[in-house]
């Protein structure tokens, strides 16, 4: 293999991206110290910016880019009696089959037909019990009793918390049909198999929009809301070749959908739901009037007044399912030199600026001399702008590998020459190049980089 070769796709193992995740800090297992607690997980220092970095590129595409979008942050505790009217308390299960002999667990529609059939449990061959529905949302109890008066759930979609919002956002604001909700905040669901890393976890965060429309209107912005939900993987730089649509069959549409996309991203353990466009008709708004008492009709003034129960388009997407699968797309191993060590190979991960944890690396050749002094002046100047961090310790190309395989797209390098003519080393992640340009060029420069740049 030559220089600049790269890892076959299929050798970037979930292993691989856990490994990179814990040793630089991106994610932890949760209670790790305890043992760890399974389904969740922590976000470290550069987990978090990641994260913030996703949530505000879809918060920008999705309020700052539309007038007719507006923001909401509800509560996680909701009343009881949303989860009847949404239909959760009643459908929102899983198959469940236990193994009596080794106790383990597994959703009945995920276990092969076999299994099924004969009783026997894939793992040990003991016997499995009946199946039986298992209701995914977390139960508990509010106040100092523990009877059924008092229970209460964790909200296993944001989406209610927009339903049960808007008349208030409709008279506060003043918004007219068409318009949407957006919301990012923490769900939770008492998931029976939670493997493959971050992928499917009891807590998560989700990033949802529900666009309310004139019935009739809805297979319109069904179609809009595909399409602008597409363009955001791609305007933030993952492969489309990696992406795909998944239409849902009679069998899998919601309780509450007359039709439904995923989209599908090619994760290391194959293609699976990234997000999900839905057309949840009038059922949520209609149910919560019944379940309510409450007139949630819209009333039309552009249109003589008319009164309807509006349909709503959805998008939900899971933040942090994104961030796995940004993370997963970033990965790159390639062969950068042939000196037949590893220093033959880098890791990089190929993020666009907008979402790398750090933007801009300051890297002084050396500490001494007024170098280390001079790096920190310029990265005080870049910070206002960008996300920054600061390294002085080993060899400068040992210190280019630790900002690839956290991937910073850009690092100022400030050497002797620095000092004379006022000018500083800019090198690019991607394509490792380096060009030197004069100190008060810098911030332009970058911008201008960010602004044209494209996965390689
Ligand atoms: N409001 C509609 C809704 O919640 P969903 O398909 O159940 O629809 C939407 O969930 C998205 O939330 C999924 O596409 C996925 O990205 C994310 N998600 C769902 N369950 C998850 C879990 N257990 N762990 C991580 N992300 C999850």
Redesign the pocket.
Known sequence: MGKNAKVDDHKISMEKIVSLCKRRGFVFQSSEIYGGQNGAWDYGPLGIELKNNISRAWWKEMTQMHDNIVGLDASILMHPRTWEASGHVENFTDPLVDCKKCKSRFRADHLEAENLEKKECPDCGGELTDTRKFNLMFKTNIGPTDDNSSVIYLR????QGIYVNYKNIVQSSRMKIPFGIAQIGK?F?N?IV?KNF?????E?E?M?MQFFVKPGDDEKWFEQWKKERWAFYEKYGIRMNKLRWHQHGPDEL?HYAKDAY?IEYEFPMGFK????V?NRTDFDLGRHTEYSGKDLQYIDQENGNQKYIPYIV?T???L???LLAFLCDAYDEEKVGDKGNADDWRTVLRFHPNIAPTMVAVLPLMKKDGLAELAKEIQAELREEFTTSYDQSGAIGKRYRRQDEVGTPFCVTVDYDSKEDDSVTLRFRDSMEQVRIPRKELISRIREEIKNYKRV
């Open positions: 296993p979609e944001t989406a769900a669901r998931e939670t971050i992928f499917r976890t009891c998560f989700q949802e919601a995923d739901e990234l997000e999900g839905h959805e939900s997407a899971g942090t399912r994104n």
